[in-house]
Nanobody, 116 residues
Framework: VQLVESGGALVQPGGSLRLSCAAS????????MSWVRQAPGKEVEWVSS????????YYAPSVEGRFPLSRDNAKNILYLQMNSPKPEDTAVYYC???????????WGQGTQVTVS
């Protein structure tokens, strides 16, 4: 199993950014997928999750309405569109394979997002 994030960058508040996660080594369409993040000195925080088909997504209140989550099961890619990011969204963002029970069994290496 391999999860490779990309797209992290320095972005201005109110701008936009799209994170991608390329998945391989497993049947992508049979797993929920999620993004979590960790800001400096803080614990890991759940951001968003998406169902196997992509038909349903769930969001933390802090990002709801700003960070739509989607997936392309034909390409095995998970996306997080970051619209109107705020300085408090600064963190390392991780793509994780979600066991649908709140547990994650595989993590990517993370991608840094800095909003400033």
């Amino acid at each position: 199993v391999q999860l490779v994030e990309s797209g992290g960058a320095l972005v201005q508040p109110g701008g936009s950014l799209r994170l991608s996660c390329a998945a391989s080594g497993f049947t992508f369409s049979t797993y929920y997928m999620s993004w979590v993040r960790q800001a400096p000195g803080k614990e890991v925080e759940w951001v968003s999750s998406i169902s196997r088909s992509g038909g349903t997504a769930y969001y933390a209140p802090s990002v709801e309405g700003r960070f739509p989550l989607s997936r392309d099961n034909a390409k095995n890619i998970l996306y997080l569109q970051m619209n109107s990011p705020k300085p408090e969204d600064t963190a390392v963002y991780y793509c994780v394979r979600d066991l649908s029970s709140g547990d994650y069994d595989y993590w990517g290496q993370g991608t840094q997002v800095t909003v400033s």
